[in-house]
């Protein structure tokens, strides 16, 4: 580690062949703690490259435990964090609107990190029980449209990463790996990235897969549709630059949309959005959100009829039970 150190602190990026490797013997545990947090800090100094981040992903699929969900035609919806904003789960509600709506939600997530409360937090405090069985996640599927693989269970090598990781108390590039490390490999991604490099370095890699997906970016710094403002919008179809007004919505503010510094309280909001007693500014975030991911199965419908979708799984109810079902 020492040698690839020096090479970082020198400013000379990896190749994916080592970004690979060195991935690979953190995940055998070769290094301490404190070898693997001066690995971490380099990348909070500098943006990492197309091929580290293609190394470190294709080290994260190797070492974790595959699960076979092929027979569903599913998407993931997820932001990498580490945007530092503080929101409500506004991925994780979007995902079960879309659950609601009768679109498969295969998500990885994970809990919080540099946020009080990630998608693993939220869920597991309302009852959900992780699993890595297969046989459970597609029941899961068939019977409420979502499944949760919880990234612990699936990247049982990183768990001399997970320690580290929580002391630093800061985002890694272990944030940008998230959404690309779903093992189950869903054919349609929603991802929210907290700056425009790392959206272009999405891009780039994305393209090289067979996903349909759509990349989001808020431009004051959201990684997800905010409504305060701009965003950008990425696809394997096309880029946009949108504000709320042009998709309908009137622009926000940040205290609209705050999470809260609790568990507790950030379950309260999603509990209350599901059952559309939450306010407008809330229902509103979320249906924006929702409206793109339904638009990755629906790329010829209009983000108007999509967002009509969205709040149709929330009218109706439909988004709520589908998470009864998994918490009963």
Do not use: W
């Not at 029980?129 to 899961?140: A, H, Y």
């Not at 998230?178 to 991604?189: I, M, S, T």
């Not at 309280?265 to 959005?273: C, L, T």
């Amino acid at each position: 580690m020492k040698a690839i150190l020096n090479q970082l602190f020198e400013r000379q990026p990896l190749s994916k062949a080592l970004a690979y490797n060195t991935l690979i013997r953190i995940g055998k545990g070769e290094f301490n703690s404190s070898q693997i947090a001066s690995f971490l800090t380099v990348y909070l100094m500098r943006t990492i490259t197309v091929e580290e981040l293609e190394g470190f992903r294709q080290a994260l699929l190797d070492l974790c435990i595959k699960i076979d969900l092929s027979e569903f035609n599913s998407i993931d919806v997820c932001g990498t964090g580490g945007d530092g904003k503080d929101t409500f789960n506004i991925s994780t509600l979007s995902a079960f609107v879309i659950a609601g709506a009768g679109y498969k939600v295969s998500k990885h997530g994970n809990y919080g990190v540099s946020s009080s409360c990630g998608s693993s937090n939220v869920l597991e405090h309302l009852g959900y029980q992780f699993t890595n069985d297969e046989s459970t996640l597609k029941q899961q599927l068939e019977k409420a449209n979502f499944c949760m693989m919880h990234a612990p269970l699936f990247h049982p090598a990183m768990k001399n990463v997970g320690p580290v990781r929580k002391e630093l108390g800061l985002k890694t590039f272990f944030n940008l790996l998230g959404p690309l490390v779903n093992p189950a490999f869903p054919k349609n991604q929603l991802v929210g990235v907290f700056n425009m490099e790392i959206a272009r370095i999405y891009n780039y890699l994305l393209q090289k897969t067979d996903t349909n997906y759509t990349i989001l970016h808020s431009l004051d710094g959201y990684d997800e549709i905010s409504l305060t403002g701009k965003f950008k919008a990425v696809s394997n179809k096309r880029e946009s630059l949108l504000s709320p007004e042009d998709i309908g919505f009137k622009k926000q503010t940040a205290a609209s949309i705050f999470g809260g510094p609790t568990v507790d309280g950030a379950a309260k909001i999603f509990v209350n959005v599901l059952n559309n007693e939450c306010t407008a500014e809330q229902k509103n975030v979320v249906l924006a959100n929702a409206s793109f991911a339904i638009q990755c199965f629906e790329p010829t419908k209009s983000i108007e009829e999509c967002i009509s979708i969205a709040k149709e799984s929330i009218d109706s109810g439909k988004a709520y039970q589908s998470l009864k079902k998994l918490t009963l």
